[in-house]
């Protein structure tokens, strides 16, 4: 079986979650063959720049209007219209991608490309299932297409909503968004953290800036570096050099032992590692902190999609919000102060268990291949 997946780069969520399904189909398919490849680059590198600078620029820069526009794109409208237009003006440009690689199935990743395809598929131009994996933990309209065969999503919560969208309730699958396997890894923590040069026995406080590496963590960090608890604190910045310099200094005269990471590919074990996340509500991440069982403090949710992870989460009693204002340092403390409060948070990520959602999606995958072949 020939497996395609087909993402796009706006936020990391949606690469991440592909390359984690195929990193599965790859180690435990020796029949099966998957590979990622990013649509919007392969249709135009002008476009795939166009589209994903605009993004980042409207989510960082005018939240307020992203929110505008996420919530007009979720309902029939003229602007969700326009963007029906816009997957149908580029879909046959990303055909000759899909046909080069002549797949069996097509798992999208992203709501532009699950649009494209069934495009497609409705010209009769491509004839195998269509799987959209759905990366955030609330629906929106984007994701919807008339010729997708099945949805993947983060949760069964989801269902309502999006029948009432119009989806067909046998074509929803609460699978979860996939990561990699190492999240699920279960680590003794003390010993953990001795090996990532952390001391054994403190409480130890995670902070990620986001894929987009948001400057106001600044902030935080000064509120509850100053909290009358004994603790430690890593942050990693990613790839933003301005903010890993910014926080070097700030790290200098910390009164909190605190370790500076840039890049890492050892996220995984910083979480296990960790007693609580501080991070943006995105939702790789918060599928990944989910995966490792590790508490969340959320902040500066882009009005849309992390807002409903954000809610997502807190309707669990999986994170608490940190608002801007408020004095997060009382509420953090107040979590690390609150052992049992902190274990059942920890009990919720871990109850949340789908750490079999690339083996559901891969066996979803292969019987609607059969299906297809039995029509043909």
């Not at 029906?84 to 990743?109: G, H, K, Q």
């Not at 649009?115 to 959209?132: C, H």
């Not at 929803?172 to 003390?190: K, L």
């Not at 995958?365 to 029509?375: F, M, N, P, S, V």
Request: hydrophobic share 40%; charged share 25%.
């Amino acid at each position: 079986m020939n497996i395609l997946i087909l993402s796009a780069a706006t936020g990391g969520g949606h690469l991440r979650a592909s390359r984690a399904i195929c990193s599965y189909i790859e180690e435990n398919c020796p029949d099966s063959r998957a590979e990622v490849v990013d649509a919007l680059k392969s249709i135009s590198g002008v476009l795939d720049k166009t589209v994903c600078n605009g993004y980042h620029i409207l989510a960082m820069k005018t939240p307020k209007l992203f929110g505008q526009l996420y919530r007009a794109t979720n309902r029939k409208s003229p602007l969700y219209d326009l963007m029906t237009r816009f997957s149908n003006t580029f879909s046959r440009m990303l055909l000759p991608a899909i046909t080069a690689r002549s797949p069996d199935a097509v798992i999208a990743t992203h709501p532009f490309v699950s649009e494209m395809v069934s495009d497609l598929k409705a010209a009769g131009a491509l004839n195998v299932p269509l799987i959209t994996l759905m990366t955030d933990y609330g629906p929106h309209r984007a994701w919807i297409a008339d010729r997708v065969d099945a949805y993947v999503v983060a949760d069964a919560g989801m269902i309502p909503q999006m029948e009432a969208m119009g989806v067909p309730r046998e074509k929803i699958y609460p699978f979860g968004i996939p990561v990699e396997n190492v999240f699920f890894t279960r680590a003794d923590r003390p010993a953990l953290r001795e090996k990532l040069g952390l001391a054994r026995d403190l409480p130890t406080v995670l902070i990620m800036a986001g894929s987009f590496g948001v400057t106001n963590i600044l902030g935080i960090y000064r509120r509850i570096v100053r909290a009358d608890l004994a603790f430690q604190v890593v942050v990693i910045t990613g790839r933003n050099r301005k903010l890993y310099a910014a926080f070097r200094n700030e790290v200098a005269r910390s009164p909190k032992p605190t370790k500076l990471v840039f890049f890492t590919n050892e996220v995984e074990n910083y979480m296990h590692a960790s007693d609580l996340l501080i991070t943006k509500p995105g939702g790789m991440t918060v599928s990944e902190a989910l995966a490792c069982s590790v508490p969340l403090a959320v902040f500066d949710a882009i009005p849309g999609q992390e807002e409903e992870n954000a809610d997502f989460l807190l309707t669990h009693n999986m994170a608490v919000r940190l608002k801007p204002g408020e004095d997060c340092g009382k509420t953090v403390l107040s979590l690390l102060e609150d052992s049992r409060r902190l274990d059942r948070m920890r009990s919720s990520c871990a109850e949340f268990d789908k750490s079999h959602s690339s083996e559901d999606i891969l066996s979803l995958t292969r019987r609607l291949c059969g299906e297809y072949r039995a029509k043909q």
